[in-house]
Nanobody
Framework: QVQLVESGGGSVQAGGSLRLSCVAS????????MGWFRRAPGKERESVAA????????YYADSVKGRFTISRDIARHTMYLQMNSLIPEDTAVYYC??????????????????WGQGTQVTVSS
């Protein structure tokens, strides 16, 4: 199985930027898809972005299109989420996720069997 560890969260003012990282270890070579999700206080977890690890096909939630960029460093087994033009509504715990199967939709959390512990992002107005 794969283990995931996020980092890079923090506090920033609106309009600022942060870059999140997710390092994968363990059985990484068979991972099909990885993604970022977030959970804001009092809300359900929602999808942010994802990609297929080998093909690099990317997906974004409408709420972050044009502001967030998902990328990967295959050699470092690391996924990134560059977040620009942050707004207070982006405040949440951000989680990275991974799975070996191509089944399921990228935006559904039940698609992913493996999760990191989360990293807090706080955007102040």
């Amino acid at each position: 199985q794969v283990q995931l560890v996020e980092s890079g969260g923090g506090s920033v003012q609106a309009g600022g930027s942060l870059r999140l990282s997710c390092v994968a270890s363990g059985r990484v070579f068979n991972v099909y898809r990885m993604g970022w999700f977030r959970r804001a206080p009092g809300k359900e977890r929602e999808s942010v972005a994802a990609f297929t690890w080998s093909g690099g096909v990317t997906y974004y939630a409408d709420s972050v299109k044009g502001r967030f960029t998902i990328s990967r460093d295959i050699a470092r087994h690391t996924m990134y989420l560059q977040m620009n033009s942050l707004i207070p509504e982006d405040t949440a715990v951000y989680y990275c996720a991974a799975d070996y199967s191509p089944r399921g939709s990228w935006y559904e959390d039940r698609t992913y069997a493996y999760w990191g512990q989360g990293t807090q992002v706080t955007v102040s107005s």
